[in-house]
């Protein structure tokens, strides 16, 4: 392991978590209402580019170049052809064993009068593919729009979103921009509005909905086990949330590839790819009705 993580293990309280599955599963098998904090790398196993960090380009751009209010002021065709791109290619990826062993306990548990909660930082809707209902989008969806003039949020599912965007979005960086009319773009169905759609989700510079962001708090204020998957823990504010948990004395465990900056807080910690660690620590405990 790496010598930071050794050195820090002398410190106060700063034990290396386990990987005891066995202890996990015990705590698990009590557990009545249990968090599932779920980030970028869950869906990074079903293929879902992110547009951030090293070879993460979309054209010349990376994700916090485009998504963002002020890119979509200056230039609504480039990001919407951007975020079309990503919503086209959401019809290729399925989700992955991770996302169906949360979907399976919480349906599972759900018939035992338990409770299990998903909040993602996930766009992707992969979660919902999978099955899962109870599921606190953070950082919104792909596939829901907002209108600018009137604010109406709806689901949208089309593919293309609109005409003029058919074919349009191809991330190679000889691209030319499509250069789509603002009035061509994706525009409000309400009665008598016809306002431009931006895409609902949460972008770079932007708060986060009050409202989901209070109920995600209650769900981590009222849980006796939290799982952290696939997330760096250090996109805000989900880096706060489990970090909070463990604070109150609520068993944490992190499903990651690597260590995190908050892993050496938490009670355990699974190394390698969350399709093949989730699974055997979310299956039905020998404890459980059949
Ligand atoms: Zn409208």
Not at 51 to 76: D, I
Not at 87 to 110: D, F, G, Q, S
Not at 221 to 227: E, K, M, R, S
């Amino acid at each position: 392991m790496c010598a930071h993580l050794k050195k820090q293990q002398g410190g106060k309280n700063m034990a290396r978590p386990s990987s005891d599955l066995a202890a996990f599963r015990k705590i698990f098998a009590q557990a009545q209402n249990i968090a599932i904090i779920t980030g970028a790398g869950v869906s990074a196993e079903s293929g879902v580019p992110t547009f951030r960090g090293a070879g993460g380009y979309w054209r010349k751009w990376q994700a916090q170049e485009l998504a963002t209010p002020m890119a979509f002021a200056r230039n609504p065709s480039r990001v919407w052809e951007f975020y079309h791109y990503r919503r086209e290619v959401m019809l290729t990826k399925n989700p992955n064993p991770a996302h169906l062993a949360i979907a399976e306990c919480e349906e599972r548990l759900t018939k035992q009068g338990r409770n299990v909660t998903v909040v993602t930082q996930n766009i992707d809707e992969l979660h919902r593919r999978a099955g899962s209902k109870n599921m606190l989008e953070i950082h919104g969806s792909l596939f829901r729009t907002r209108c600018m003039s009137c604010g109406h949020e709806a689901s949208n599912y089309k593919s293309p979103i609109c005409a003029a965007l058919k074919d349009k979005g191809a991330p190679d960086p000889k691209t030319e921009d499509a250069q789509i009319p603002e009035k061509e773009l994706p525009r409000c169905e309400q009665t008598g509005c016809h306002g431009l759609l931006r895409p609902a989700v949460v972008w770079f510079g932007e708060t986060l909905d009050s409202d989901i962001l209070n109920q995600a708090e209650s769900v981590l204020d009222n849980c006796d086990l939290c799982l952290v998957v696939g997330t760096s823990s250090v996109v805000y504010p989900a880096a706060m949330f489990a970090p909070q948990v463990a604070a109150r004395g609520v068993p944490v465990a992190e499903f990651n590839m690597e260590d995190t900056p908050a892993t050496m807080r938490f009670k355990f910690h699974f190394h390698g790819p969350c399709g093949t660690t989730l699974p055997p620590a979310l299956a039905r405990h020998e404890t459980e009705p059949k």
